[in-house]
């Protein structure tokens, strides 16, 4: 499994009240657990910026990501991003890797 980030900005139409939030969240998830099952939440966040959210997901590959992402997108009216991420301790053994092969 990979892991991903996921960015979402909401429409301003998407929310109409506070309530709207939880409603949103719930209908959204359920779509993506019929639809991407493969796929587990490792955290979410709310953010004060640009984004509303950001989520770090666990996938089997980029196709199940795209997935997600076009389930946010339609369901929720939002905008998304998706960014590979990858553990710092893995990150420092392809550095180590590359240096050792020079």
């Not at 979402?8 to 959204?28: D, F, K, M």
């Not at 990858?86 to 890797?97: I, R, T």
């Amino acid at each position: 499994m990979s892991t991903f980030v996921l960015l979402t900005r909401l429409s301003p139409q998407a929310l109409h009240q506070p309530r709207s939030y939880e409603t949103l969240e719930r209908h959204v998830a359920e779509q993506v657990r019929v639809h991407c099952p493969e796929v587990a939440w490792i955290g979410s966040y709310a953010l004060l910026g640009p984004w509303d959210y950001l989520d770090i997901v666990s996938a089997p590959d980029l196709a199940s990501m795209t997935r997600l992402s076009v389930l946010v997108r339609s369901h929720a009216q939002a905008h998304t991003e998706v960014w590979p991420a990858v553990a710092w301790p893995e990150f420092k053994q392809m550095l180590h890797l590359l240096a050792s092969q020079r």
